[in-house]
C-alpha cells in the first residue's frame, strides 16, 4: 500500500444481457462486492478516492479487457492510489476459462497494486500456491457452470426419462460447489473469529452472532442460525483437508 492509503475500487458486473443502470444496484452480488469493499476500507482506515463499476456481457471475455477496468488502473494512477476488488477468485471465476490466465497475466503486471478484499492481501503478495488454487478454483468452477447450462439447453432435445438421471448428478455438483464457494468467501470473518474466540475455540452461537452483525447471509439470503453456523465451519475444515485438483479438460 502507497504512503497515501488511497484506494479506487473496481466492481466487477458480468451479466447475461443488457439491463438498464438502475437495476444493477439491486443486483445482490453487486451489493455484495460493496459491501465487501467498504468494510476492507473501513477497516484499515484507507482513503477511497471512488470506483468504476464495470458492467459487460458475460461473452465479453476478460474483465482485465474492459473499458471500465483500464479507466480504474488509470484513475488510480493519476491519484497514486492503488485498486481494491471485492474478491478476485469470484471475479475470475465469472470469466471465461480460456481468458482467465490472460486476467492473472494483467494481474500480476500492472504497475499499481491490486487488492483482495476479502483476503486483506494484494494478488502479487499471495502465495505462488495460493495464487494457483484460485485459478484451478475459478477454473473448475466455470467448466461445472458450462455442463448445467448444456444440460439445461438439451431438456428440449432430449427425452426427460433420459435427462432426469444425468441432470440430478449435475446439479448435485453444482449446488455443492455453490455452496463451496459462499463458504470460502466467509472463511476470512470465520478464521477472524477464531482468532479472537478464548483459547481458539470458536462457538456456533458467536460465530452465528458475528455473521448477522455483519450483514452477512446464508446461502439463501436468511440469517444465520448456530445450526447453519456450525455447518458453516465443518464445511470450511473439509474444504482444507480435500485435494486442490486440476480443472478438467474442456
Not at 64 to 84: I, M, N, S
Not at 163 to 190: F, Q, T
Request: hydrophobic share 40%; glycine share 4%; aromatic share 4%.
Amino acid at each position: 500500500m502507497n504512503a497515501a492509503n488511497r484506494l479506487i475500487a473496481y466492481i466487477d458486473v458480468p451479466l447475461p444481457a443488457r439491463i438498464r443502470k438502475s437495476e444493477i444496484s439491486r443486483r445482490a452480488f453487486v451489493r455484495q462486492q460493496l459491501a465487501a469493499v467498504h468494510a476492507f476500507v473501513v477497516a484499515g482506515n484507507y482513503d477511497q478516492r471512488g470506483q468504476e463499476i464495470g458492467v459487460r456481457l458475460k461473452q465479453d471475455g476478460a474483465f482485465t479487457e474492459t473499458e471500465t477496468f483500464k479507466a480504474a488502473v488509470t484513475r488510480a494512477r493519476v491519484e497514486k492510489a492503488d485498486l481494491v476488488m471485492a474478491n478476485i477468485r469470484e471475479i475470475l471465476e465469472r470469466t471465461p476459462t480460456t481468458k482467465i490466465v490472460d486476467c492473472v497475466k494483467v494481474l500480476e503486471e500492472l504497475d499499481v497494486e491490486t487488492w483482495d478484499a476479502c483476503r486483506r492481501a494484494t494478488w502479487r503478495s499471495l502465495p505462488p500456491e495460493e495464487r494457483l488454487g484460485i485459478i484451478r478454483d475459478a477454473a473448475c468452477w466455470g467448466n461445472i457452470s458450462r455442463k448445467v447450462a448444456r444440460s439445461s439447453a438439451n431438456r428440449t432435445r432430449e427425452p426427460r426419462a433420459k435427462v432426469n438421471g444425468g441432470n440430478s448428478v449435475i446439479g448435485s455438483r453444482y449446488n455443492m460447489a455453490r455452496a463451496d464457494r459462499h463458504a470460502e468467501k466467509l472463511r476470512p470473518v470465520v478464521d477472524q473469529q477464531r482468532e479472537q474466540a478464548t483459547n481458539g475455540v470458536l462457538s456456533p452461537t458467536a460465530l452465528a452472532k458475528a455473521l448477522n452483525a455483519q450483514g452477512r447471509k446464508t446461502r439463501q439470503g436468511k440469517s444465520w442460525s448456530p445450526n447453519a453456523a456450525k455447518n458453516l465451519m465443518k464445511r470450511l475444515d473439509k474444504l482444507l483437508q480435500a485435494p486442490i485438483l486440476s480443472p478438467p479438460a474442456d
